[in-house]
């Protein structure tokens, strides 16, 4: 296995320093070397060398030390400091970096980017001298801070005062991520989300190093976000959702709220409004959208294909103009979604040309088209990124087209896991934990490796309903989607990834996770 050559032990540092090396006085005691193995992380770093017997305290006087005036810095302290209260029984200080590196302190630190470290890297070195985590950007420090998270005890992660010695193995690891696109993409119009329910679905993605949120706006049964010209759409488009339940929308200051809290946690959010098909709530909202004029009844159902706006009309271009003119106005990122799949009701002319004037509006408003992966039958702009999601990819992209890499019978966490499973649908076959996993996504299109941006996950809504609901289709499979795309493919091995998965069991029970108990796994270790 490629791992376990890379896994080397710090021997010689073991020897050297003997038993635990203690930063303070009341430390830990060192776990036995017996009980100390390869870490359990996920998804696996670009390098890992830890002692087997030294570990490294963390104590109430631990101070945690900030490159100064680096934006993100002290708030990622903060929430470390926050994950430690509770075994400290104590919140520890913050300080700006004003000497060199010392015992007793955690560094956070910005540094110039080099060949080794840029991007989303980092670098955690634990010994004596303190804990470390130096990067080129406050993303690389915030990954560098989930590693460490994960190679503290597994009930760092439990709320409210429980005091423990709190030691980390002493180590190096160095990492990088193989792509700098790993999503999830969370559809919130077949059911609603509250705002409180997507926080938790970033802080359960970023935990595992997930960089993208594309929220999927609109749809047949629900419109999800306030457009201030176009108020019926949420107003009436958004009233219900599948079964019929109540349905709801973000107002333009909950999405904000979430672009914030995302931002916060490195992830940028993606939106999306679905065209020219599965717009069944607006036609419902805005008749005049329609080429009969005559508004459809909301939709709660779970067919797909059978709505469309009208492409004969120029009424749809200025809403489409209007809707994504506000939508860009309230997103920091560069992109915007436009759909763009599975049109029953339109001839292929009609699509491309639809297509083609919805790319130009978004080039219009400042921001780069994605789309899914019909549009490659169409006109299309060299901005436009493709994402694929049919299995079937056997027909590339125009040469130098970006691509984003979605396909369902991998990466749809919508589907069920097996045969038995109640949540979930199936047409893309089942999808345990072990399908995403072994699938490598250099193969999957006939493109060169530099034109994929990376991978994204998908959870369609048809069948969850809640955030517990959303929690059984992520775990455990969101972490072998993390891994695939964070860990480069020769390190990447099945056998040991689920014995490294399986020991995550105990943190997901402290963070009050509903997950899948696959039978993939070895949960007992
Ligand atoms: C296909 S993915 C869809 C969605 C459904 C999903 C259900 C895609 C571009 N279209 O509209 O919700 O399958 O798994």
């Known amino acids: ?60 006087h631990t101070v945690i030390e900030v490159t100064p005036g680096q934006e993100g810095l002290w708030r990622l302290a903060t929430d470390l400091a926050r994950l430690l209260r509770p075994a400290l029984d104590a919140t520890i200080g913050i300080r700006d970096i004003a000497g060199p590196a010392a015992a007793g302190t955690i560094r956070l630190e910005v540094v110039p980017a080099t060949a080794a470290l840029a991007g989303d890297g980092y670098d955690l070195a634990i010994s004596a001298n303190g804990i470390r985590i130096e990067a080129a950007t406050p993303a690389g420090v915030f990954y560098g801070t989930q590693t460490l998270r994960q190679l503290l005890p597994w009930a760092i992660e439990l709320r409210g005062p429980r005091p423990f010695a709190v030691s980390v193995p002493a180590g190096h690891i160095t990492d990088r991520p193989r792509y700098a696109w790993r999503g999830v993409l969370l559809d919130v119009s077949r059911h609603f989300f509250s705002v409180a329910d997507v926080k938790r679905y970033i802080d359960l993605s970023a935990m595992y190093k997930m960089n993208r949120l594309h929220l999927h706006l609109s749809d047949d049964q629900g419109w ?163 994402q694929y999601w049919r299995p079937d990819a056997s027909l590339a992209p125009p040469p130098g087209t970006k691509l984003i890499l979605s396909p369902a019978n991998r990466l749809y966490l919508d589907m069920k896991y097996d045969d038995t499973t109640v949540l979930g649908l199936n047409w893309a076959g089942n999808v345990d934990v072990n399908v995403p996993y072994e699938w490598d996504p250099a193969k999957h299109v006939n493109v060169p490796e530099s034109s994929i941006l990376g991978v994204e996950t998908a959870i369609w809504s048809e069948t969850p309903a809640t955030i517990r609901d959303l929690e059984f289709l992520l775990f455990p499979r969101l972490p072998a989607v993390a891994e695939l795309g964070w860990t480069a493919q020769p390190a990447r091995d099945w056998t040991d990834f689920r014995m490294r998965l399986g020991a995550q069991a105990p943190r997901w029970s402290a963070l009050g996770i509903n997950a899948f108990w696959s039978p993939k796994i070895d949960w007992t270790r």
């Open 1 to 60: 296995m490629q791992q376990q050559t890379a896994w080397r032990m710090l021997l010689t540092c073991a020897l050297v320093a003997g038993a635990a090396t203690a930063l303070h006085a009341q430390a830990a005691a060192a776990p036995s070397t017996a009980t100390t193995r390869r870490p359990g992380l996920i998804p696996w770093p670009t390098s890992v060398e830890m002692s087997s017997s030294d570990a490294i305290a963390i104590t109430n």
């Open 224 to 386: 999800r976000i306030e457009i201030a010209s176009w108020p019926n759409l949420t107003r009436y488009g958004g009233s219900t959702a599948v079964g019929g339940g109540a349905g709801g929308f973000y107002t333009k200051a909950d999405y904000a709220e979430i672009v914030a809290y995302a931002r916060d946690r490195f992830m940028m959010v993606i939106p999306e409004i679905e065209m020219p098909s599965h717009c069944n709530a607006a036609l419902a909202s805005y008749p005049e959208l329609t080429c009969d004029g005559v508004a459809p009844t909301l939709y709660t159902g779970i067919e797909v294909g059978f709505s469309n706006f009208c492409f004969e009309k120029d009424i749809t271009f200025k809403f489409l103009d209007d809707v994504i003119r506000e939508l860009a106005a309230m997103t920091p990122g560069p992109y915007v979604h436009i759909g763009g799949d599975e049109v029953k009701t339109m001839t292929p002319a009609q699509y491309s040309g639809f297509m083609e004037r919805a790319q130009a509006i978004v080039a219009r408003h400042g921001k780069t088209a994605i789309a899914w992966d019909e549009i490659i039958h169409g006109t299309m702009l060299p901005t436009t990124v493709v």
